[in-house]
């Protein structure tokens, strides 16, 4: 869920922030409600990265939600929650010659080269976070598992690298 809540306060921070009924004449945030909304500033972008689609409907923006879900977690996040014992699935994407020198501990293993075939295993599974060894095949990982339905996928940014950067350890398998 603590991804969840950090995608709904990125996603309200974004198109307005404030929620409840505004009067005419009031200011939300600098923009009077009478004047036209001001335009939201250009989405950051990785390469490779497809623009965050905002339109504008009956109650203001709004946001493509594929578009603004946020396929990358944190690794500080991810790490704090995994300690603090939350249901967070961890599912290592890395071949077998790669996860022989260890795994997150409590890590599902399957191969990004064998997800395809084999992604139904974790359609039970609350929250999903892939990671690999920088966090790029995890990327595509994560992006087959949302194809495939499964929305609560997410990509560990920087991979196994990066959790060991922060002094996360590897178990041998």
């Known amino acids: 869920m603590g991804l969840l809540r950090s995608f709904a306060k990125r996603v309200v921070s974004r198109i307005g922030g404030g929620v409840g009924e505004v009067k005419a004449g009031e200011t939300v945030g600098a923009t009077p409600v009478n ?13 490779g990265r497809a623009p965050v689609a905002v339109t504008a409907g009956e109650e203001g923006p709004v946001a493509d939600a594929d578009a603004l879900a946020n396929l990358e977690a944190g690794v500080q996040e991810i790490k704090e929650r995994v300690e603090a014992g939350e249901p967070v ?9 790669e996860t022989a020198h260890g795994v997150i501990a409590g890590a599902r293993l399957i191969p990004l080269g064998q997800l395809e075939a084999r992604w139904k295993e974790l359609a039970n599974c609350d929250e999903i976070v892939c990671y690999c060894a920088h966090g790029m095949r995890s990327l595509s ?24 950067a922060l002094g996360g350890t590897l178990k041998a398998r």
């Open 35 to 47: 004047s036209p909304v001001a335009p939201l500033p250009p989405p950051q972008m990785r390469p």
């Open 89 to 97: 699935v961890l599912l290592d994407v890395r071949e077998p010659h």
């Open 141 to 164: 990982a994560a992006e087959l598992l949302r194809k495939k339905g499964l929305f609560n996928a997410t990509s560990l940014e920087g991979g196994v690298a990066a959790w060991q």
